[in-house]
């Protein structure tokens, strides 16, 4: 690995990895759950609180800050850790992502894909080069090659030109790059099918990225169909590069792809969760706009170590959710940000202890509980 | 004063007093503005951050808190310092300004207020007797007499009777109480009628309460009536009991009424403005909508030590009140509040030091500038 940066597997327990990334800004323990600042900060939680829980990385959405407030005024500042005021590391996707998925009158090209904006509905191009020079002027520690996001439920011959299509960006964005202090990420495609993953996973590796993605993926596919992927690609992608899945962030899911090697994920999810009452616990997930809970002096979760479950009951959450008040979103964004960052200290605790298959099944039989 | 209440004033400066008052859950020093929780959280501001910026007492809303969650969820938890785990003194209000102010259906009699509430439109009947009963419920340390808030805008008439059923009240308020470790306050009504001023702080007068609220100013009347009326109450109200007023929070209008004599103040502007992107600073109020700030790489205030102006800068701010982010929100109340928390310890100070005058006309020639 290039520069300043390193990744090392410490521990393995079956396919499951207990790694070490190095990066400009500070360590990383994997497995690791990064929460993420779409815009520039994570929704309810000031970066005080996020380190109080133990977030390590966090991501933020080049599309949003391309728009708004703009690349050059983050640039401006030096960047997105002092324009946000984390100090630790930071990863930025690509924008493919947003560029297909939030706009529904996009031109897909060879060169790149032109479309509306959702802030004010102008016209626009993305390529990989831009990709890459607004992730430049954003300055996060690890970035992503701009790539076309192909789902399973597709037929096959869109997936095969997306593969074919992200083979070709990767290529333009490493060449694009300028600065040696961002680690690139390559991102793998294929849906589902065996034979595009082993074809996407191939050409990638050809480039030799210092990590890879897995893309496509928790975009409406079967949940048997997404695990068969990750661990195929398992078998694949090289052993000492780190695996970064983009999207997931239910606990159960977590552990299944940590249990098939992956090092690295986000999702929207727990604090998404959170703003709309929902949690996380050790007796599944409860959505506290239930009227059950309007007495129940209980903390939210008796196992959990984060301030909301330390100092208030379920009763005042309920009133806080119920009431709309932002204290309920930020008390419960950090609980489930906080249950998927000790979920993944549990994960790494039991690699390296050896245990991590009793582990996952305990996971499995706790937090899959019926939701209410 | 009564039970393990204490209030003394420490050192004055013309009419302006520095004083210590002594409470079940820790001492304040005065002035002192105290940050509203309408609903038994800071809106937008947890309690450790509450504690950060130097909040000595926070203020709860009992006609609220009545409604939702109700106040026997408040007393299962053994009050609002546990149910919303602010260690500090609280003060809860009496209900009266909100079911004066929230329904136009209200039906005033000499025995309460019959009114619908603003959840549901379900009616009730609020009396001196349940205000009480409420506030033990809550388990505030000051709680505050029922009273008839009538603005000095009504007639002569009306304010004239709402003088005498804020008398009837406060005896029957005192009548109800059967904790001996909560503070009544008696509120002075009367609009900015002299003799009707003078009348009513005569008759609380009477009753002897260990401290006085001036109700019925900050509600539509002009400035010089309002502060006259508070020079009226500064000579006639017993210097060794703390002074209320109730509602006030942009800190040109704090000086000016500790210029005259009050010790306490409370008001939801501070976190409303907040929530609007509106800053007080020291170059004046600040709206960080204004594209003006889009760029401007400089602290919000330079003379501020808040976090968010330690930190940030006005462009990041500015993204994050254009993107309705809670963030902004979180940031801004708590600058907001550290304004008017710090405005009253440099008030003390000058108070102490014999400095107040030249203070206050500072605060009169910076914090007044025009508003953007």
Same mark, same amino acid.
Not at 177 to 180: A, D, E
Not at 286 to 302: K, S, T, V
């Given at each position: 690995m290039s520069g300043p940066f390193g990744f090392t597997v410490e521990a393995g327990d079956g396919r499951a990895r207990a790694g070490r990334l190095t990066t400009p800004h500070g360590e990383v323990l994997t497995p690791c759950f990064m929460p993420v600042g *779409?815009?520039? *900060?994570?929704k309810a939680v000031l970066p005080p609180a996020l380190e109080a829980l133990g977030a390590q990385v966090v991501l933020a959405n080049t599309y949003h800050l391309y728009f708004r407030p703009g690349a050059e005024v983050v640039r401006a500042h030096g960047g997105l850790h002092r324009f946000m005021d984390w100090p630790r590391p930071i990863l930025t996707d690509s924008g493919g992502f947003q560029v297909f998925s939030l706009s529904d009158t996009r031109v897909v090209g060879d060169d790149g894909v032109e479309f509306s904006s959702v802030y004010d509905g102008s016209r626009h191009l993305f390529t990989p080069r831009l990709a890459i020079e607004v992730q430049e002027a954003l300055g996060a520690d690890i970035v992503m090659c701009f790539d076309q996001c192909a789902p399973g439920t597709l037929d096959r011959g869109e997936i095969a030109r997306a593969v074919e299509r992200t083979t070709r960006w990767a290529a333009e964005c490493r060449a694009a790059? *300028?600065?040696?202090d961002q680690l690139l990420v390559g991102i793998v495609q294929g849906g589902v099918d065996e034979e595009l993953r082993r074809r996407s996973a191939a050409q990638l590796l050809a480039l030799d990225f210092d990590a890879y993605a897995i893309g496509g993926?928790?975009?409406?596919?079967?949940d048997e169909e997404m695990l068969a992927t990750v661990e195929l690609l398992d078998g694949i992608l090289p052993a000492d590069r780190f695996r970064y899945f983009m999207g997931i962030g239910d606990p159960v899911g977590v552990v299944e792809v940590v249990a098939r090697g992956v090092d690295l994920f986000d999702c929207v999810l727990p604090t998404r969760l959170a703003r709309t009452g929902s949690a996380f616990t050790s007796e599944g997930r409860? !959505?506290?706009? !239930?009227?059950?809970?309007?007495?129940?002096?209980?903390?939210?979760?008796?196992d959990c170590d984060c301030p909301c479950c330390r100092r208030y009951t379920r009763a005042y959450l309920r009133h806080l959710v119920n009431q709309r008040e932002i204290a309920g979103m930020q008390l419960l964004s950090e609980h489930n940000l906080r249950v998927l960052v000790r979920l993944c200290e549990r994960a790494r605790e039991a690699i390296v202890a050896g245990g991590f298959a009793r582990f996952a099944d305990e996971i499995r039989a706790t937090l899959s509980a019926a939701h209410d």
């Open positions: *779409t815009k520039a *900060t994570v790059q *300028t600065r040696g993926l928790s975009v409406g596919e079967r409860l !959505n506290l706009r !239930n009227a059950r809970y309007a007495d129940d002096l209980r903390p939210l979760d008796r």
